[in-house]
């Protein structure tokens, strides 16, 4: 054989207990793609922890500041169900290469358009909230490409176990936003933090292109029948996805409904916590705040996997399974919240908002998973449709966050309402969710 030809397209027959990826490759893309989702998460970040010190220094008001916010997730929308399909067609390591070029070189920029910004005066807002939304359109691809991706390589018992800790990412990139983001701002001023951000990002860029991809061109798949193809499918052999199906059901609609419910508690605190600490204890200190709660993350995530896989092996139902995990997940978060917004103690609050950061591990586990349950063979797109509704309350609720707090300086109202949208996510779940597949 040609050794120009380093694999052939198709494999032999697999059975659902056998995955493409062979054990090392899923070691090396379980690393590639946890860090890729790390940076993401660092460079997302950057805004909400530098809002404070960027809007004393180019004087943004309060909405100001929360339409700079909200913007990204005007972007964010707008590319989840495309990204998400063409990960299906065309394989999300492809989409999340290039996404990944996009967002590093916006955040390694941002000081350059900020101040670029502040020359043009009236149009300083609206040019960065532009930039803000483009941001948000490259990293919306990430997770319907990341899903996608591992839907086609994982066999299905190992998917949402593999997926749910790749979601811990977020924890630690927006642990390392805060530690690192917190001590460049202290010693070297905020455009530091944009520019070595923007940095790594570009640098785990080129390890995915030139190491993790590289190493499926060295892959060896042999002939046989030719009922499942590899990951690189071409766009005429995927099935289309059969939307009217999934909106006839009401599994669907719980599913991203209760997704958009907890994204909401999620993005106004993943916004507006650097300047909430900011601005209640002032004299608090930055890398505090910034990294306490994000280290419940990952060992809920692990604790809440751990959990679900024991509560599958003794014989619970699917659906059982995810619907006690999610309400692990809001109970928590509404418990906390409703302390947070009547205490005034700086420990009590930092406790609550561990504790309700670290419930997104649950939710981790429970309904950002489902749409592997619900759409084993569409999942990037359907992860991309549940996380486009999903997204609509950052840009929504991140901005009346900040309109509530223009107004009446009331950080109670923010998770008193936050805490009202969870609870109508927690009944529609209840009520409506299940794991049975639709297609």
Known sequence: MDE?????????????????????????????????????YSTRTTMPLLVPAVASAQKWSKTDSGTVLSSFFWGYTLT????????????????ILWAAIGWSLITFLMPTIIWTAGSIKTYAIPFIVAIRILNGAFQGVHFPSMISLTSQNLCPNERSSFFALLTAGSALGTLLTGIMGSFLLDYFGWSYVFRVIGLMGIAWALVLRYYAMAGERNRIIQIGTPSRLCANKSLAETPAVPWLRYFSRLSFWACVLTHACEMNCFFVLLSWLPTYFHDGFPHAKGWVVNMIPWLALPPCTLFAKHLTTQLLAREWHTTTVRKFIQSCCFAAQNLALFVMSRTSDFHTALICMTIIIGGTGFHNNAVTVNPQ???????????????????????????????????????PMVFSAAAGINLVGWIIFMAFGSAEAIV
């Open 4 to 40: 120009k030809l380093k694999y052939s397209l198709l494999r032999g027959e697999l059975v659902d207990t056998q995955s493409i990826w062979t054990r090392h490759e899923k070691r090396v893309w379980f690393i590639t793609l946890i860090t890729g989702t790390c940076m993401l």
């Open 373 to 411: 349950d619900l759409a084993p063979l569409h999942s990037g797109s359907v992860f991309g449709l549940m996380n486009t509704v999903g997204a609509i309350p950052g840009f929504l609720g991140v901005y009346l966050a900040g309109h509530i707090l223009e107004l009446t300086q009331s950080w």
């Open 80 to 95: 989840q169900v495309v990204g998400g399909y063409f990960s299906d067609r065309f394989g999300g390591q492809r989409v």
